[in-house]
Each structure stands twice: as C-alpha cells, then as structure tokens.
C-alpha cells in the first residue's frame, strides 16, 4: 500500500480514538478518493469509511460502503476469499450490533461457510502478518448464533475462531486471548464448566508466560474478562427475556463483537431513571473579558482523556502544550507526560457522580495559563443525547496560542480595537476574529439571512 493512504488510515484511526467521528468519516472519504480504483486500496478505504459510519450510529451509510465493499472483494478476489467474507460479516454486524440478529445470521453463516472452505490458514507466514480477519469472522458469526440460542454452533464457531488465532495471531495478541475467553463463556453457558474453565485458564497462562511487561498482560487478560463477563451478561438477560418481544435500545456500535448488556423494555425504563448517559457541560475559560465559553454534550462512558480531546476542538486550542484536570483534591492527567498526575484514561466521567450544578477545573499551558471551568449543566438520556448536537454553541473565539495568558490576550483585544496599533500587530492576526467560534459548532444565521434563504430563488 502506498505511504499516503497509510498515512490517511492513521489519521483517521487516530480521530476516531480521540473520538473526533466525524473526521474521521472525512479523512477516510479523502482516502476512497485517491485509492486505486478496483484495488485492495479502494477495498481497504471502503471498509473503514463504513466502519465510521458504524461507529457514528449511520447504518445506511454504514451498510452502502459494505455492500459496494463485497461488490469489489468478489471483483478482484473473488467470491471464496477472506476480503469477500469479512465484507459480509461487517454488513451483518451493522445488525448484529443493532441486536437484529436473525437478520445478521444468513451473512454471517455465509462468511463462515467461506472460511471452511478455504481451510485451516498455514502457519508459518501469515503468523506473521498479525490480520485476524478469519478470526474476527468466526467471532461475529459464533457471537450471533449465541445470541440466539444456538450454543453447539456458538461453540463450533468459537472454536475455529480459537484455531485460526493460534495459527494466525501471538500469543499475547488480544484478539487471541478475546477468543479464548468468548469460548470460555459459551461452553460455560452450554453447561460444559469444566472445557469452560481450562479454556480460561489456557488463555491466561499463554499471557503470562511471555516475555513482556507484566502490568501490560495483566492489563489486557482484565480487559478480555470484563468483556468476557459483559458478553455472558447479555446471554444471561437475552435468555430470561427470549420469551417477551421488546425494542431493544441503541447502544454505540462497533464492528466489534457487541458487548453491551440487553435489557427489557421494562427494566430499560426503571435504568433511565437512575443512570445518566450523557452530560450537557459548559465551558468557561477564567479571568478573561469579554467572556469566551463552550456548551457541549458528552456522553458519560467517556473518559478525562476524551474530554480533553473535546474541549480542545471546542474552544479552538491546537492540543500543542501540557494540561491538567483537576476535580476535588485530586489531578489528573497523561501520565506520558507527567508523572505526578492520576492516569486520565482510567476513569470515565460518570465515576465523579457528577450532578447538575457539579464544578471542576481544566488548565491548559502551564506557561499561559489558560484556567477553564466545567459545569454540569443537565444530565440526559441516551435518546436526548443522540436527538442533539454534541457541540451547541458559545461565544467569544479561542485566544492565540502562546499569546501571554488572560493578560496577554485582553491586550491583544485592545491592540485589534485600535487602528493605530493594529498596524503593528503580525501579519497572522489580521484575519483574527474576536467573535469567530470554531468550525465544529452549527452557524447561526442571522434574522436577515434566515430571511434571505426562505425567499423562491429566480433565474
């Protein structure tokens, strides 16, 4: 592949980590467009533009880019290939996902069939490549029949999900040890708790006897039982509530094996009551004037990290200096990069408990020292959240970088204000907007625009 789409893939993997979605979309459209046409390129774009769609909850979008995605496989690898059956099970996890499993299975026992068909892969050079697609397809077709009671083929699929691995991926890959832990839950489910048990264990012994760091193994075998547990939780629910028809809700979705617990119709209202999915905060950077601040909202499941990532692209910082929260007595912060901080990428906001009125700090430069306030605005729903925008509005643009703090930046106001000393001012802040919110927020339009566009168009 040439160096410039591998660049734009890392790009957008990188927007969709700091869950920037919607650049993400857009830098794999930028790809599709100079990716070889009828090419393992235009293949590669077209997946991973529709796992962004995905992502985003567009599953018309997301199930358009995987159709055209299975049209280009069976041109250019054919009907009976590994791209071929990954294209289908990617269209069948838009379902899945969606919990519409019996519309899934047909792809899914389709991509599986494939599989079969191709064989065991060989060892000794695909081990090496570290792909994981045939195991990805197993998983998600064994994930499905799961979820609909069908255990004997759960397990059949499970296990060749576990065979490919060990052939295919390390023995410390995650995808290998997620594997080890789907079959340990369904075997156990199935009744069989003692295969259950030395799957586990086999698992978690592969990881500890190799030579890496011991904080990461232990990091990766918590990571695969907590999704492990999730995805024996949704069986257990989906079990008890198999006989009662309901609508399920919308959780964020993936094109990984879904993991979310189920829940009825009935107890999904008693939850809404007590939890909260998403947070309306506002954004106030101190000590200076006129004021500048942000209104956004911000699902709870996402961590400080997150959050700094959003209130960089909120305010119109450019993420170039250190920063900090600071909520109660206790910092946090990238331990990458400060060693005396808490680990920001630990704890998700809804760990604080934060009710509406609820405050803490962010600090941004430790040379400037931009001093922006957090306040918990309203607490919503998982259907509020998704109804809006995630940034709403504000007011006041971001000051210059490096511009000398509060001070520095209301001097710089004062400078703008006046022609005379304007003239002085570099070249770069002509163009500079006092009242010029970041791209991301919806324009506004005015009373006179608004009326402008509503009038018939003549030619």
């Given at each position: 592949?040439?160096?410039?789409?591998?660049?734009?893939?890392?790009?957008?993997?990188?927007?969709?980590?700091?869950?920037?979605?919607?650049?993400?979309?857009?830098?794999?459209?930028?790809?599709?467009?100079?990716?070889?046409?009828?090419?393992?390129?235009?293949?590669?774009?077209?997946?991973?533009?529709?796992?962004?769609?995905?992502?985003?909850?567009?599953?018309?979008?997301?199930?358009?880019?995987?159709?055209?995605?299975?049209?280009?496989?069976?041109?250019?690898?054919?009907?009976?290939?590994?791209?071929?059956?990954?294209?289908?099970?990617?269209?069948?996890?838009?379902?899945?996902?969606?919990?519409?499993?019996?519309?899934?299975?047909?792809?899914?026992?389709?991509?599986?069939?494939?599989?079969?068909?191709?064989?065991?892969?060989?060892?000794?050079?695909?081990?090496?490549?570290?792909?994981?697609?045939?195991?990805?397809?197993?998983?998600?077709?064994?994930?499905?029949?799961?979820?609909?009671?069908?255990?004997?083929?759960?397990?059949?699929?499970?296990?060749?999900?576990?065979?490919?691995?060990?052939?295919?991926?390390?023995?410390?890959?995650?995808?290998?040890?997620?594997?080890?832990?789907?079959?340990?839950?369904?075997?156990?489910?199935?009744?069989?708790?003692?295969?259950?048990?030395?799957?586990?264990?086999?698992?978690?012994?592969?990881?500890?006897?190799?030579?890496?760091?011991?904080?990461?193994?232990?990091?990766?075998?918590?990571?695969?039982?907590?999704?492990?547990?999730?995805?024996?939780?949704?069986?257990?629910?989906?079990?008890?509530?198999?006989?009662?028809?309901?609508?399920?809700?919308?959780?964020?979705?993936?094109?990984?094996?879904?993991?979310?617990?189920?829940?009825?119709?009935?107890?999904?209202?008693?939850?809404?009551?007590?939890?909260?999915?998403a947070y309306q905060l506002k954004i106030s950077l101190k000590r200076v004037k006129p004021l500048v601040w942000r209104?956004?909202?911000?699902?709870?499941?996402?961590?400080?990290?997150?959050?700094?990532?959003?209130?960089?692209?909120?305010?119109?910082?450019?993420?170039?200096?250190?920063?900090?929260?600071?909520?109660?007595?206790?910092?946090?912060?990238?331990?990458?990069?400060?060693?005396?901080?808490?680990?920001?990428?630990?704890?998700?906001?809804?760990?604080?408990?934060?009710?509406?009125?609820?405050?803490?700090?962010?600090?941004?430069?430790?040379?400037?020292?931009?001093?922006?306030?957090?306040?918990?605005?309203?607490?919503?729903?998982?259907?509020?959240?998704?109804?809006?925008?995630?940034?709403?509005?504000?007011?006041?643009?971001?000051?210059?970088?490096?511009?000398?703090?509060?001070?520095?930046?209301?001097?710089?106001?004062?400078?703008?204000?006046?022609?005379?000393?304007?003239?002085?001012?570099?070249?770069?802040?002509?163009?500079?907007?006092?009242?010029?919110?970041?791209?991301?927020?919806?324009?506004?339009?005015?009373?006179?625009?608004?009326?402008?566009?509503?009038?018939?168009?003549?030619?």
């Open positions: 592949m040439r160096t410039l789409l591998k660049d734009l893939f890392f790009d957008a993997q990188d927007f969709l980590d700091e869950g920037e979605t919607a650049l993400a979309i857009k830098t794999y459209q930028v790809a599709l467009e100079k990716a070889k046409k009828d090419d393992a390129e235009e293949f590669l774009a077209l997946t991973f533009l529709g796992m962004s769609f995905d992502q985003a909850d567009d599953e018309k979008k997301a199930t358009e880019c995987f159709k055209k995605s299975q049209q280009l496989a069976a041109k250019v690898f054919g009907e009976k290939s590994i791209e071929f059956a990954s294209a289908l099970s990617n269209e069948a996890m838009t379902y899945s996902n969606r919990d519409r499993h019996r519309q899934a299975e047909p792809l899914l026992d389709r991509a599986a069939s494939i599989l079969r068909s191709l064989g065991m892969p060989k060892q000794s050079k695909r081990a090496k490549e570290v792909e994981g697609s045939e195991v990805e397809v197993y998983s998600n077709a064994a994930n499905c029949k799961a979820h609909l009671g069908k255990m004997p083929d759960s397990i059949e699929l499970f296990t060749l999900a576990l065979q490919t691995a060990k052939v295919t991926l390390p023995k410390n890959h995650p995808m290998r040890l997620r594997a080890a832990m789907d079959l340990s839950v369904v075997l156990g489910a199935a009744g069989e708790s003692t295969r259950a048990l030395e799957c586990g264990l086999e698992a978690i012994g592969a990881i500890a006897n190799e030579d890496s760091d011991p904080l990461l193994a232990f990091s990766m075998v918590f990571e695969a039982f907590t999704q492990a547990t999730g995805f024996a939780e949704s069986l257990e629910v989906e079990s008890k509530s198999s006989s009662k028809s309901s609508k399920r809700d919308k959780a964020a979705v993936s094109n990984i094996v879904p993991l979310f617990p189920k829940e009825t119709a009935s107890s999904r209202s008693e939850t809404q009551k007590e939890s909260c999915a209104r956004i909202v911000i699902l709870s499941s996402l961590s400080l990290a997150e959050l700094h990532y959003l209130i960089q692209e909120a305010m119109g910082w450019e993420d170039s200096h250190l920063h900090e929260f600071r909520i109660g007595n206790s910092r946090f912060g990238d331990r990458k990069q400060m060693d005396d901080v808490k680990n920001e990428r630990t704890l998700n906001l809804a760990d604080f408990n934060l009710q509406v009125g609820s405050k803490f700090e962010y600090l941004y430069d430790f040379g400037d020292d931009w001093h922006h306030v957090i306040e918990v605005e309203k607490r919503l729903s998982r259907a509020e959240f998704e109804a809006g925008e995630i940034f709403v509005t504000g007011k006041g643009a971001c000051p210059p970088e490096d511009c000398g703090g509060p001070f520095g930046f209301m001097h710089l106001l004062e400078a703008l204000g006046d022609p005379d000393a304007r003239e002085n001012l570099p070249e770069w802040l002509e163009k500079y907007d006092p009242k010029q919110l970041p791209d991301c927020f919806p324009v506004k339009k005015t009373k006179k625009s608004a009326k402008a566009t509503s009038q018939p168009s003549h030619s």
